[in-house]
């Protein structure tokens, strides 16, 4: 039995966007590639030892190709076509970004994988499992083990490789977490749809509207951050117990200050706040605009929204979003159209 604990591939990323990143890192730490699909973000305060991080987690749909054995990445494909221990002893440009040692574990080795009444049934069907702990995981990784399993459900062909914990990794100027938040209210007089947004006081994009939101603190959990911010701006209020992590934006050309990463969040607000809606801290204006309305304007083509139209071939003179605001807006319409007002992520007022 190894003493140290295990974590899920993973490493900080630099100013790229964090699916790009998480494919870099699991290149450089196993020599495997693939496609990456976003799971969930978590940023709670986990040593306060260390500086706080937030994780992007991602589950890695990985390349076909990767599974032929090479005598370089010591794969070792069974006839059954089970996998074993790959990796054995790669060679590191750096040993802090390319841990010595990494393996293929059984999913029931997992903590939080099984439920406790599945874990005592595999345990029966299989004894030899009594002979072994579960493995050892560091951080919250294994927190995400059951989210991981639900999304897995219907999927096929897909590994989870776990590595060695890596100390003291470099630091490569870490891009800043933002967070956005979208609150839809839905009027009673005429059941039409408003969003809330405001209108920036401060450079870059000064007099673009845009969502509520701003910089996430140090040791501050990101959806905290989204609702903070919220208040600052709009006096608007809410609770983590009605927020939904909509998706992430991260790419390079999002902010012309430095590379963000921005957390999209939807909000069921609490209709206290609406009496007391209006603009505070760097917002110069705050404003419910009709959701169908907005979608009017020249960033998606100045026409009834087209979901194939890119905001980003209009002239920047002409947008009225700050950032990569309208696409995101334009992400979060499918989502409402799907599934967002049909679960009611909406405030009737």
């Not at 040593?47 to 994780?55: G, I």
């Not at 009605?242 to 957390?263: A, F, M, W």
């Amino acid at each position: 039995k190894q003493s140290v604990y295990k974590s899920i591939l993973g490493d900080f990323i630099g100013h790229e966007d964090p699916a790009d990143a998480v494919l870099r890192i699991l290149k450089h730490q196993t020599n495997l590639t693939g496609k990456a699909n976003f799971l969930t973000i978590k940023g709670s305060l986990r040593d306060d030892r260390e500086p706080h991080n937030v994780t992007f987690y991602f589950i890695i749909e990985v390349d076909a190709e990767c599974f032929v054995t090479k005598s370089e990445q010591m794969l070792k494909m069974n006839q059954d076509g089970s996998i074993e221990t790959v990796l054995s002893e790669q060679s590191a440009i750096d040993q802090r970004i390319n841990p010595s040692w990494a393996w293929w574990y059984n999913v029931t080795e997992l903590p939080n994988w099984l439920t406790e009444s599945e874990r005592i049934q595999f345990e029966n069907e299989n004894p030899v499992s009594k002979e072994y702990d579960l493995v050892e995981i560091a951080f919250e990784h294994s927190h995400v083990f059951p989210l991981a399993r639900k999304w897995l459900e219907n999927q096929k062909n897909f590994v989870i490789p776990i590595v060695n914990i890596i100390k003291q990794p470099l630091n490569r100027g870490n891009s800043a977490l933002t967070t956005d938040i979208i609150v839809i209210r839905k009027r009673k007089d005429n059941n039409k749809n408003e969003i809330a947004l405001i209108e920036r006081g401060n450079l870059p994009f000064k007099g673009r509207k845009a969502f509520p939101g701003g910089f996430v603190n140090y040791k501050e959990e990101p959806s905290h951050g989204a609702l903070r911010e919220l208040m600052e701006e709009t006096h608007l209020s809410g609770s983590v117990e009605n927020i939904h992590l909509l998706e992430y934006k991260g790419s390079i050309e999002r902010d012309p200050r430095q590379h963000t990463v921005t957390c999209v969040y939807v909000l069921k607000a609490d209709p206290t706040s609406f009496a007391n809606f209006s603009a505070d801290d760097d917002a110069a204006d705050a404003r419910w605009y009709d959701l169908n309305e907005v979608f009017s304007w020249p960033d998606f083509g100045g026409k009834e929204a087209d979901e194939e139209f890119n905001p980003l071939t209009v002239d920047l003179k002409k947008r009225n979003f700050a950032f990569d605001h309208a696409i995101i807006l334009q992400d979060f319409r499918k989502w409402w159209e799907k599934e967002g007002e049909s679960n009611a992520w909406f405030v009737e007022a």
